[in-house]
């Protein structure tokens, strides 16, 4: 209701002779972007002023809340009637209406449409047609569950700068070429895809990566990257093959993480740190990044190569300020104590020296992760000199909480706590 306060106050001023009638173009407007697109459509009712008002908005959504049939004659009816630019469209799905995308992508790309928004919600995917690669005047586009056919002649989305997918299919162009032929792209997501092969992402001018599913490879060329959230999903572990050709060679955190000169803010999902861990892991890493103060991984405690990866990244962030760590154990021997923790004294004081907050997240019920969330607890808190609070989320022993207020801390601000989620760390 905050958003309709100065609406109604603009209203009240208005409250003489026929004040439906005598609003201003601008506020009517207003009226007509919190309504649906029916209830925009009844306006016209209202008096002889508002008949063809609603003609003329910039935004038309759609909601399917009904047939198909009956969804696709109201789409078909308001773009009949529709006069000036449609800078704005959204429409959520239930099911695709293949046949009637044709002619309304034509419509749109005729009509200067700069946000485009399709979301549908059914088993079957939403076929685009290859029109929708005429709408020059892009800025934003988000689509899930979409089939994407480009043309051969397509020449990029040059004004694009927001550009979202989920479970789509890109057919007569790749990922990566789709990327590098949007040249003021600020902001990349990609969710639930599969790319053969090795995904580039070339985009001198993103900001905020998010990618997560299946990849053979990855190459980031991304120099204004502030924000990166990177998961790597793979059910046959297909990357492996990929990356052996490589092993020996050069690490994969300086492969694919060291043209991120200007990262503030890491999330490293599921099988990305095992992809992290592939390859040679260095004593002391060839990459610094400066500006990252940010980091959220995933430690599975009993492989010493994802343990040596994480740490890694961790001594590559000399000014650290948030860490968040999620515990995994997938069966092996306990590691960390025993081989990983003693290798760190030669780095103690410098690991986590500008570290403020930790968040030690207990995602699995196993003995052992007790203990190692102990032993890395521990750590922190003997190394680190700012630490202001250490988190524990999700985990409600009593004997663990009383261990952990024994252990001595470096620095005096050091406070502990029980937290039952965590759920909006890292959230831009």
Same mark, same amino acid.
């Given at each position: ?8 106050? #603009? ?15 601008? /506020? ?29 908005? *910039?935004? /038309? ?30 429409? $959520? ?16 790309? #005729?009509?200067?449409? #700069?946000?485009?928004?399709?979301? %549908? ?13 005429? %709408? ?61 092969? %090795? ?11 998010? +990618? ?10 991304? *120099?204004? /990257? ?5 998961? +790597?999903?793979?059910? @046959? ?24 000169? @200007? ?8 099988? $990305? ?12 890493? *060839? ?30 962030? *000399?000014? +650290? ?28 004081? %410098? ?16 003995? +052992? ?6 032993? =890395? ?22 004997? $663990? ?5 024994? =252990? ?21």
């Amino acid at each position: 209701m905050g958003g309709l306060e100065p609406l109604q106050s #603009r209203v009240k001023h208005n409250l003489h002779g026929d004040y439906i009638s005598d609003l201003p173009d601008d /506020l009517k407007q207003e009226i007509f972007l919190k309504l649906l697109i029916k209830d925009v459509v009844r306006t016209s009712i209202l008096s002889s002023k508002w008949k063809d008002s609603w003609t003329s908005i *910039p935004t /038309l959504a759609f909601a399917q809340k009904s047939t198909d049939s009956k969804l696709i004659k109201l789409v078909d009816n308001v773009l009949m009637v529709h006069c000036g630019p449609i800078l704005n469209f959204k429409l $959520f799905l239930k099911h695709p209406c293949n046949e009637a995308m044709g002619r309304w992508m034509l419509i749109l790309s #005729r009509n200067g449409v #700069r946000s485009f928004d399709l979301r %549908c919600s059914g088993d079957e995917k939403c076929k685009i047609p290859s029109r929708f690669f005429s %709408c020059v005047a892009l800025e934003w586009v988000l689509m899930s569950c979409c089939i994407i056919n480009a043309p051969r002649t397509f020449q990029g989305f040059k004004l694009l700068r927001t550009i979202g997918l989920e479970n789509c299919n890109l057919i007569g162009i790749s990922i990566g070429n789709l990327v590098s032929c949007c040249p003021l792209l600020e902001k990349l997501g990609l969710h639930k895809f599969i790319h053969q092969g %090795c995904l580039h992402i070339l985009a001198p001018n993103l900001i905020q990566l998010y +990618l997560y599913g299946e990849f053979h490879d990855i190459c980031i060329e991304t *120099p204004k /990257l502030t924000f990166g959230s990177i998961g +790597l999903y793979s059910r @046959n572990r297909d990357y492996k093959k990929s990356i052996a050709k490589k092993e020996g060679k050069e690490s994969n955190i300086t492969r694919v993480l060291g043209y991120l000169h @200007n990262i503030q803010k890491l999330h490293v999902i599921e099988d $990305f740190i095992d992809y992290l861990a592939m390859g040679p892991i260095p004593e002391n890493p *060839p990459t610094i990044f400066y500006e990252l103060t940010e980091i959220d991984v995933p430690l599975c405690c009993s492989v010493q190569d994802k343990i040596a990866a994480a740490f890694c990244l961790f001594k590559s962030a *000399p000014n +650290l300020k948030k860490l968040r760590i999620e515990f995994l154990y997938y069966g092996g021997e306990d590691q960390l104590p025993a081989q990983i923790l003693s290798k760190l004294k030669a780095t103690e004081g %410098c690991l986590f020296k500008c570290l403020e907050i930790v968040n030690i997240v207990h995602v699995q019920n196993n003995v +052992l992760l007790a203990k190692w969330m102990l032993e =890395f607890a521990k750590l922190v808190l003997n190394t680190a000199p700012v630490l202001q609070k250490l988190n524990v989320i999700n985990f409600e022993d009593a004997t $663990f909480f009383t261990k952990l207020e024994c =252990f001595p801390k470096l620095s005096k601000k050091a406070e502990i706590a029980s937290v039952k989620n965590d759920k909006d760390w890292l959230i831009m």
